[in-house]
């Protein structure tokens, strides 16, 4: 146990952590060159075509150092805010994490936020500057910028280049050094952290666990400690990066264990993995992540839904973050009220849907949550726009707010400070971080902040500003209901809660944008934005032109225009007693702001 070494990577998006970890693999020999490939650990297809991580991923590495062998336990984590639950279960598995700091553009608020969370858990932070390699490197000043925010000197911050490898030996060293080996004791009662799931068909659930206690062997009797389940290890091993059998894993070690479970609920994240005959305590120290956003998705024919329900059980086993309830809606028959920790990672749940288990959905606009007080002194709390009570009933709404930490360079001080009041938020101070760059903490509401607040500011920015944040405390809120009507008919999955400042706005930008992707139909349909009891914007989507004379060829013009006559009254009875069928592509339309 004191040759094995956990640790993760701190970083922000594009400050090559994904690059740098290749480099490890390449150097421990962990994968062939011939097989090697860039983001080599990024297996998702997904997050190989946005360039991001999005899925931790362990892998152990074999080191020798001054002819001792060293068992290398890397996980790779996100670096996007949204995906900060994935990075907090990576933490709670490890001693040590490296904070990975791109030399171009310096410490980013994010970074600051995950490296709050390893600190709580006391892990060993060994600081390193990236991209030393590049003209633009700001070498020295980044260092002093991980000085401000670690308190160490700068003979403890080491400088990589991913890209060339140059110090990344060096740095694994360092790792050996610095990290402390795992605590615990393989006479102990079996006791290990359960921090991942995958799902197999044959296996069941895979869970990926830390061993604090004891031995885990294949055929062993254990359970879950706060399910009580039980079942025999029926596989054991560890990632190599792929899955790879072994004969057992000892206090220290991360690897697999597969459960023969095929009910995907039955296991959470969090949970600890004992014996059955000599049981040991629960872990402690893991909280349950906390949605921030909530939509209504609903399978595009309703006859699917046992398949949609499947599919997002699965897909929870691989990421635990998200949340889910059944719901029934009178126009789209049964779905599911998903809860994300952001925009982001709700766009990614729902192309995993669709590419990973070939599910079509149709998914109502985001909201976030709300506490509403009733005039006739009921308490709700509202998850789904379309649920949001009349006005002339409500007494008082209150929402959760969000405290933010932005960095932004001095030059855009003034333009960041104008988009925060523009989304109802205010300054609670402002510092000054390395050179030339701001550290603002704000706050504002969470339903500002998830209307492309990030994407805002990094337009305003040129895009050098960071930005993270965390969930607050719930204040009043003088937000309506806004219903979006198509053809003289609600469509639930379009209706929003705005603030009532922004209402005569987001009801006009609505109509338009609806106006422009919904495809036509053979009658007239009239689109409108509804709220407070009355229209406030309409716009009349025209119908599709139909040729039915083009067949005809000269002759008398009466038979043209008796066509003609009979198509009108067809029309004219279509838009009396037509249906319109939205598609699938318009409602994920809709529901992007851009």
């Known amino acids: 146990m004191q040759n094995i070494r956990n640790f993760v990577i701190i970083a922000h998006i594009d400050h090559g952590k994904s690059t740098l970890a290749d480099r490890f693999l390449e150097l421990t020999g962990t994968i062939e060159k011939r097989k090697m490939r860039e983001q080599f650990l ?9 360039g991001i991580t999005i899925k931790m991923q362990p892998v152990r590495m074999n080191y020798q150092l001054s002819t001792i062998n060293y068992q290398l336990n890397l996980i790779d984590t996100p670096g996007h805010v949204d995906f900060a639950y994935e990075v907090s279960r990576a933490l709670a598995a490890v001693e040590g994490a490296i904070l990975l700091v791109d030399g171009t553009q310096g410490v980013e608020a994010q970074t600051i936020s995950v490296l709050d969370m390893a600190r709580e858990l006391k892990l060993k932070i060994v600081p ?8 633009g490197a700001r070498v020295e000043k980044t260092e002093e910028e991980i000085q401000k925010i670690l308190n160490v000197g700068t003979e403890e911050i080491l400088k990589v280049s991913g890209k060339t490898g140059e110090g990344v030996e060096e740095l694994l060293k360092e790792v050996v050094e610095r990290v402390p080996a795992p605590s615990g004791n393989v006479e102990s009662p079996r006791r290990a952290l359960i921090f991942d799931f ?24 254990v359970k879950l400690v706060r399910s009580g389940i039980k079942f025999t290890i029926q596989e054991i091993g560890v990632f190599k990066p792929n899955r790879s059998q072994a004969a057992e894993l000892q206090a220290g070690e991360i690897g697999y264990i597969a459960t023969n479970i095929k009910n995907p609920s039955e296991v ?67 779905g599911m009220r998903l809860g994300f920790l952001g925009m982001l990672h709700l766009e990614i749940v729902l192309e995993r849907l669709e590419r990973e288990f070939g599910m079509k959905v149709v998914a109502a606009s985001p909201t976030v949550a709300y506490e509403i007080s009733m005039k006739n002194g009921e308490t709700k709390f509202i998850f789904a726009p379309s649920e949001f009570p009349n006005d002339h009933d409500i007494l008082s709404v209150k929402e959760r707010w969000a405290d933010c930490r932005l960095i932004v360079p001095s030059e855009y001080l003034s333009p960041s400070l104008k988009l925060i009041q523009s989304r109802e938020g205010s300054v609670l101070s402002t510092d000054i971080f390395g050179e030339n760059r701001i550290l603002i903490q704000a706050e504002m509401p969470l339903r500002e902040l998830m209307r492309d607040f990030f994407d805002e500011l990094k ?15 719930l204040r009043e809120a003088d937000v309506a209901r806004l219903d979006i ?8 999955a379009f209706s929003r809660v705005v603030s009532r400042s922004r209402i005569e706005r987001e009801s006009k930008d609505a109509v338009e944008k609806l106006y422009s992707i919904l495809p036509r139909e053979l009658f007239a349909m009239k689109l409108q934005a509804q709220s407070l009891g009355r229209i406030i914007a309409s716009r009349t989507l025209p119908a599709l032109k139909k040729d039915v004379t083009g067949y005809l060829y000269g002759g008398d013009r009466t038979r043209k225009m008796k066509l003609w006559s009979k198509q009108k009254k067809g029309k ?15 409602f994920i339309k809709m529901i992007r702001r851009n």
């Not at 337009?459 to 405390?473: I, L, M, N, Q, R």
């Open 485 to 492: 009507l198509v053809h003289g008919s609600i469509v639930p």
């Open 459 to 473: 337009s305003s920015t040129s895009g050098y500003a960071s930005f993270s944040y965390k969930p607050g405390d």
């Open 128 to 135: 390193v500057v990236n991209k030393i390699d590049l003209a």
């Open 572 to 586: 004219k009875r279509l838009k009396e007693f037509g249906r319109v069928q939205i598609p699938h592509e318009v």
């Open 42 to 50: 990024d297996s998702m297809e997904l997050e190989r075509e946005r």
């Open 198 to 221: 995958d799902y197999s068909a044959h296996q069941g659930v895979i869970a990926y666990i830390r061993v604090f206690d004891g031995i885990f062997k294949k055929g062993d009797e």
């Open 268 to 334: 959470r994240v969090g949970d600890t993995l004992t014996s059955v005959l000599n049981p040991a305590p629960a872990l402690g120290g893991y909280h349950e992540p906390q949605s921030v956003v909530w939509t209504s998705v609903y399978p595009l024919k309703e006859d699917d839904f046992s398949d949609f329900k499947k599919a997002i059980l699965r897909l929870h086993l691989s990421d635990t973050s998200f949340s889910y309830e059944e719901e029934s809606s009178s126009v789209l028959g049964r």
